[in-house]
């Protein structure tokens, strides 16, 4: 497995691939891989002749107040697990080789971003998009996959791909749990014990409502299930809980359309995400 | 010559070219070609193998009370022109396929777009930044073509081309003037006879100042001058005269650095845009 810093060198690679007809495919990540991200590495493998790694803990999606200086960074343990999924490259810049001190261009979507975590993250999704559409002309991969965890991030994604006629396929593959529920992310290693055990409250209140759901329950009982879920969770303070349309996350009033129930919640500083998909009703 | 409307079309035949090591040549316009264009249409077919022409009038670059219903169209004339100079494909996209009616992603260069044509057209390069990244996207040039007659769009499209790491060279051709002077623009069409006269204020008042800046003037001298020359011509309307950094398109107090006196000047409904570079000097 190469493990590569520079921008021209992994372009070239990436082009000496594709033109042996080989399809590439790109897992773009933050690092401190967890089995979430393997799954991302995994289904690349079998979809793709080559896989492509990045791994990049990307400044601009950071709010001023949030935790960048914290981020857990782990680039030896990210390789030596990717070097055993049979990983073809790992691209990973330097901090300071992806942003010019003059930097000025953003890649922004609206609408999709200003809801769930836009609103208490509002500059997140540009960093994404900017940092992720960079990444994709470094390496212009045939398919690249991301995570349902980060739904949201997933659906702007997805948006940004077709409204700028980025020609790859974006593949958004499901959340890996850990055996009690808890969704995996990066940040669970800075939960307590005991914020460990109450972040139980997600997986489980989103469950709960994907049967409310097939029981008859509208999008604004769902809503306030969960708000009173996470509210009866002493460690835990809800950012949000939300029941939106799964491909505009627009509000519903009812599920005659796919739907996703999302939520985020903070365990003292450290803020999980989960979510499940609601497939129409009734 | 092939004039294709259909993305996947261009975008293979775009392929098949580079595959066969062919470097592909890309300028982007708006059609209602004249020599300027033709001159963008010359250095392409000189740098690269194969030259594509895209034509789009492209709606978002347009603020609402601008010129896009008006502005002209002429499409067979542009291909006739085109077949000519030996160009090899023209993608003329249909208006609707462009911009998906829930469009909502935008690519935007802060700073170098806030002054001179930005601060009367507000949404200008934004419209310009979103659809030149979606015809590189589609079109994976090896080189763009791009004229210094605008030349703030030049220096737009350069930021948002190293910014997001876009793998193409931009090149900036030089103005090119009718016989009196006045830089070709498609818009030229719309000047009465008598506008079209006033109109060589431009292109002398900046001939002048890039002889006062080799006679030691200041850019404060320049600029006065500038607003005064177009201030005497009764048919002109002055939006803005500036002398700034040819990069940074900002405020400059001596003449150190490469810098670039521009001009925009109404002649009733018709505005028109010039500019001449001014090499460091003293």
Redesign the interface.
Known sequence: MLVIHD?SAI?KLVASWQ?QGQRVGLVPTMGALHAGHISLVRQSRESCDRTVVTIFVNPTQFGPSEDLALYPRALQADCAMLEDEGVDAVFAPPEGSM??A???????????TSGLCGASRPTHFRGV??IV??LF??I?ADEAFFGQKDYQQATVIR??V??????LRVTVCPIVREPDGLAMSSRNRFLTAEQRQAALVLSRALGDVSQMVGEGATPDDCRKFLEHAIGSEPLAELDYAAIVDAD?LGEIRDFSRPAVAALAVRFGATRLIDNILLPPSG
Chains 1, 2 share one sequence.
């Open positions: 921008k372009r033109a942003y010019a003059d930097h000025s261009t953003w890649v922004t979507v609206d609408g999709l998009t900017t559409s960079k002309h470094i212009p948006r940004m077709r409204d700028l006629d980025l020609d505009t």
